[in-house]
């Protein structure tokens, strides 16, 4: 596939007229706004000495926009009725008896629904059904089983989670003995003093590959837009500085912890000892985090909401009731013959009653 | 406006709201909002090896070389930034400045959940007095 000259002109879009049809422009839009954010953070703290404004402020206000954006938008979710059951299925409805029904793929009861979101949400399940279509020979077209994207998917969330939650050690005082187990774990493959964490190296390889992936395939390429690239620039630069500041450009990590702990019972002081990476990784979590209600990112409240995923396949076993069912005016044919029942007569039309 | 499964959402946001506001509870419950560590720093000496901005921050890297220099290489004399000699030994020189662990770098390793191994192997004279005795 790789070898004819076809595939590296078509798909990196050397030619003008592809260079339009593939709408690349929406990733010059994000590669400039995360520049642009970079440099405002650099010109805010070096230049204008904004301190207090990037480790106070900010992050209060990103945390207010989150939880307030967050509720917001799931409260207003909630305001929609959802009528009629409309799971999406892959499997045999329960109906006869004697018929094998598939509770997981086609849930008929609470215990079938919560089985199928919980795999979806652990283990993206239905990225498993990803296939990719090539075309062999002049007329035979393949369905093969595309895993690469799940693969991709998989490592990045439970990287990211993991990470998460290895960062509670700054937030939490006692830090739990699970999150000490976590770290021991994540940095398992190192000698005795730990350098990166297994899963530092997992999220940067998945990331590529997600970023990669959008500009490589025309036709992700294609649907792709400026801010689907903008939340993986952001998510690779909090990343990227992360990992910098844990191998290069050291922090005082434990001033780093009384800076989050003084944030937390609400008395701010800004950190010391940092530098401008810590500023940096700070200030695109504070907009990450502000965004989130905004953005696509809600899929992650969204996928407990969706009601393809969360109802049971029970449109015919249960009366389902539509909650803004109204009296509908009618007028049935009895009324219709009442009405009309003497010019019917004269024309001579069938009647029922005499 | 009317809610639709107000019963199931509403549960839900409340997850929500206390797994981001976990921490508060986590320190409100465990008493510790406003602790810190407190390092007991050596009364009779005036400076540590390097600078104290330098060796908080990057004494497990200059460790991690005293080890490999002296069990890798043989070289046992290390030349700190102010041209002073010191023996690259984690028991006899900075334990010795640092005589209780417990007092000094557990109080920040405990604080940031750092476990580190080397007290296994390795003595402080603190630890050794407790055994004479
Ligand atoms: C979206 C949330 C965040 C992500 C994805 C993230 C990601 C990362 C990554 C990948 C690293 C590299 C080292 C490691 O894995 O521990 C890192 C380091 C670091 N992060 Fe974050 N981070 C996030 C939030 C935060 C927050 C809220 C703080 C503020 C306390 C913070 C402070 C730091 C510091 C100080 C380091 C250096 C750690 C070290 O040297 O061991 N991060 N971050």
């Known amino acids: 596939m790789f070898k004819t000259k076809r595939f590296w002109v078509s798909n990196f879009g050397f030619r003008a007229s592809n260079l339009q049809g593939f709408k690349i422009m929406g990733l010059w839009y994000s590669v400039s706004a995360i520049l642009l954010l970079t440099f405002l953070v650099v010109i805010g703290i070096e230049g204008m000495g904004l301190v207090s404004f990037f480790t106070i402020f900010i992050p209060y206000a990103a945390l207010f926009l989150f939880v307030v954006g967050f509720l917001y938008r799931v409260l207003k979710w909630a305001t929609s009725p959802v009528p009629f059951h409309i799971p999406t299925v892959s499997g045999q409805q329960r109906s006869l008896s004697w018929i094998k029904a598939d509770n997981i793929d086609s849930p008929y009861t609470t215990g079938g629904v919560v089985k199928r979101l919980a795999l979806d949400i652990l283990l993206f399940r239905p990225l498993l059904k990803n296939e990719k279509v090539e075309m062999q020979a002049p007329q035979r077209l393949l369905f093969k089983p595309s895993v690469l994207l799940w693969f991709g998917a998989m490592a990045f969330h439970w990287s990211f989670l993991v990470i998460l939650l290895r960062h509670l050690r700054f937030f939490l005082e006692p830090v739990p003995s699970t999150i000490v187990i976590l770290q021991r774990v994540d940095s398992i493959f190192q000698g005795l003093i730990p350098v990166i964490y297994i899963t530092d190296i997992i999220i940067l390889v998945a990331l590529g590959y997600l970023f990669v992936r959008r500009i490589i395939y025309p036709q992700v390429r294609y649907i792709s837009l400026s801010s689907d690239y903008f939340v993986l620039l952001l998510i690779l630069g909090i990343v990227l500085s992360g990992v910098l500041m844990r191998l290069i450009y050291k922090v005082d990590l434990v001033q780093v912890k009384e800076w989050a702990m003084a944030m937390l019972r609400l008395r701010p002081v800004a950190p010391k000892e940092v530098n401008l990476l810590f500023y940096i990784h700070l200030f695109f979590i504070s907009l990450l985090v502000a965004y989130f209600p905004l953005s696509k990112l809600m899929h992650m409240p969204g996928i407990f909401l969706s009601p393809t995923r969360n109802l049971t396949n029970t449109s015919r076993n249960q009366r389902h009731i539509n909650p803004w069912d109204y009296p509908v005016k009618t007028h049935t044919y009895e009324e219709y013959e009442e009405e009309f029942r003497d010019s019917m007569k004269e024309v001579g039309l069938p009647i029922e009653k005499g | ?133």
């Open chain 2, 1 to 133: 406006m009317a809610l639709y499964d107000g019963k199931k959402i509403i549960p839900g946001l409340i997850i929500f709201l206390g797994l981001v506001s976990y921490p508060i509870w986590h320190n409100t419950v465990s008493g510790k909002t406003s602790y810190v560590p407190k390092l007991e720093i050596p009364k009779d000496k005036k400076e540590c090896i390097e600078p104290k901005a330098y060796i908080r921050v990057n004494h497990k890297e200059l460790l991690e070389d005293w080890r490999f220099s002296v069990v890798r290489s043989g070289v046992r004399t290390y030349q700190a930034s102010n041209q002073k000699r010191y023996t690259m030994s984690l028991n006899r020189t900075c334990m010795e400045c640092h005589r209780d662990r417990t007092k000094f770098c557990d109080q920040c390793h405990n604080y940031m959940g750092v476990t580190n191994k080397c007290w296994d192997c390795h003595l402080y004279p603190k630890e050794m007095e407790k055994g004479a005795k």
